[in-house]
């Protein structure tokens, strides 16, 4: 289809060049014929004027065209900016979301008591279980943002370097594989933070309350992980959001 318009303006700008050299020969015949009516100085204004008046009439045409077949291409070619920028800072939101996981699971593993006790097998039991937990938070919290924050900089970087079609496109589908495990990690990290938490909370009591204080707090994140899942699902089964 850019095909057929370009040569639709080349035959534009043919008959453009034979309009005004028409226009210049009659103009120059007819000045030809009188010589003595008109001074040589008006002999080149009547000639220049007949040119300019043709292709005045012609070339807005052809720039409107060419505008419209440019602006075509364009809208085919490259992709939306806004759309693209809105794209990395879901990246970026991913990757805050998951170092303030790592950073409250670290500052969590630092302030509970790990060490094992001979005569409470059961809480040295829990203490393994919470470092595995607080372990599985932060090197998944890690896997995901390091990916999306190395998305989000090569992106930028292709896109200041003029990248704007083909290269971007590509990109983001050769990397759907690691951006779909980047979100799996995310969400292995929040849940590992709220089960080390609870965790915490029975390891930071001594007294008969701890049970009933690891309780109450598991009860708690077990109706967070029901809603904020509810939300995840809603937006993938309506809004067909995919990372």
Same mark, same amino acid.
């Given at each position: 289809?850019?095909?057929?318009?370009?040569?639709?303006?080349?035959?534009?700008?043919?008959?453009?060049?034979?309009?005004?050299?028409?226009?210049?020969?009659?103009?120059?015949?007819?000045?030809?014929?009188?010589?003595?009516?008109?001074?040589?100085?008006?002999?080149?204004?009547?000639?220049?004027?007949?040119?300019?008046?043709?292709?005045?009439?012609?070339?807005?045409?052809?720039?409107?065209?060419?505008?419209?077949?440019?602006?075509?291409?364009?809208?085919?070619?490259?992709?939306?900016?806004?759309?693209?920028?809105?794209?990395?800072?879901?990246?970026?939101?991913? !990757?805050?979301?998951?170092?303030?996981?790592?950073?409250?699971?670290?500052?969590?593993?630092?302030?509970?008591?790990?060490?094992?006790?001979?005569?409470?097998?059961?809480?040295?039991?829990?203490?393994?279980?919470? !470092?595995?937990?607080?372990?599985?938070?932060?090197?998944?919290?890690?896997?995901?943002?390091?990916?999306?924050?190395?998305?989000?900089?090569?992106?930028?970087?292709?896109?200041?370097?003029?990248?704007?079609?083909?290269?971007?496109?590509?990109?983001?589908?050769?990397?759907?594989?690691?951006?779909?495990?980047?979100?799996?990690?995310?969400?292995? !990290?929040?849940?590992?933070?709220?089960? !080390?938490?609870?965790?915490?909370?029975?390891?930071?009591?001594?007294?008969?309350?701890?049970?009933?204080?690891?309780?109450?707090?598991?009860?708690?994140?077990?109706?967070?992980?029901?809603?904020?899942?509810?939300?995840?699902?809603?937006?993938?089964?309506?809004?067909?959001?995919?990372?």
């Amino acid at each position: 289809q850019h095909q057929h318009h370009c040569s639709l303006l080349l035959e534009d700008c043919r008959s453009t060049m034979i309009v005004g050299s028409f226009v210049q020969s009659i103009a120059n015949t007819a000045l030809q014929a009188s010589p003595a009516i008109l001074p040589t100085a008006a002999t080149a204004a009547v000639s220049t004027a007949a040119t300019s008046a043709a292709a005045g009439v012609l070339l807005p045409q052809l720039l409107s065209s060419a505008l419209l077949v440019v602006g075509g291409a364009a809208k085919q070619q490259f992709p939306d900016m806004g759309r693209i920028k809105l794209r990395l800072d879901g990246f970026h939101t991913y !990757s805050v979301i998951t170092s303030l996981l790592m950073n409250a699971s670290l500052r969590l593993f630092s302030s509970t008591p790990k060490n094992f006790n001979e005569n409470d097998r059961l809480k040295n039991v829990i203490k393994v279980l919470f !470092s595995t937990v607080v372990a599985i938070s932060i090197i998944s919290g890690s896997y995901t943002t390091i990916v999306f924050s190395l998305l989000g900089l090569y992106t930028k970087r292709a896109l200041g370097r003029g990248y704007l079609d083909q290269e971007v496109v590509q990109f983001f589908h050769e990397t759907t594989s690691i951006r779909e495990l980047a979100y799996d990690t995310c969400l292995l !990290s929040l849940i590992a933070f709220q089960a !080390s938490f609870v965790l915490s909370l029975y390891l930071n009591h001594d007294d008969g309350w701890n049970w009933k204080i690891a309780l109450f707090g598991g009860m708690a994140t077990i109706a967070c992980w029901w809603k904020w899942s509810t939300v995840m699902l809603l937006a993938k089964s309506i809004l067909k959001l995919s990372v």
